[in-house]
């Protein structure tokens, strides 16, 4: 039977990424209110006003979803599973025995993968929500995975576990 010996949730919570979403939803609604309430066309060549209504359902509906993602990490004794909620349906495994290094390592998401996120090539992939800090798999058939986490030096020790079967 497998067991779970680490867990972690991460979710999209840098600051600089709330405020940009909250200008633009605030950009949006006073649009819509000074073109609808104090019929006011809003900038020189104005969007009707049902395309402001469906803008700025848009811009709340993508706020609500891109506050909701996030990256599941767990590991249990056969493997690694993860799943980036709101983008994936099923949660993925690296099953342990593809597995052939693993190490704690620092990373800057902009410079090496324009972000965070998923990100990658079929040679190198990055799962990532923030921070600087992951696990970096290297598998048997030659491919790079690197988790973002939170908790790294836990990652790390459980991964350790059931590699050498402690």
Known sequence: MKKRLF?????????????????????????IIQQLIFKKPFGNNPMSDSGFIILECFMILFTIWFLKVNLIISVY??????????????????????????????YDAIKENGGWGIKGSKKSKAYTISGNKG??????????????????NSFYKALDSIMNNN
């Not at 840098?14 to 006073?30: K, R």
């Not at 690197?146 to 908790?151: A, E, I, N, P, V």
């Open 135 to 152: 696990i970096q798999l290297k598998l048997i058939n030659g491919i790079r995975i690197l988790f973002g986490t939170q908790k790294p």
């Open 77 to 106: 004794t056969d493997g690694i599973y993860y799943k980036f909620s709101m983008f994936w349906l099923k949660t993925r495994i690296v099953k342990k025995e593809e597995i052939k290094t693993f190490s704690i390592r620092k």
């Open 7 to 31: 867990h972690e949730e991460q979710r999209f919570r840098q600051l600089w990424v709330i405020i940009i979403l909250v200008g633009i939803n605030c950009l949006s609604a006073f649009s």
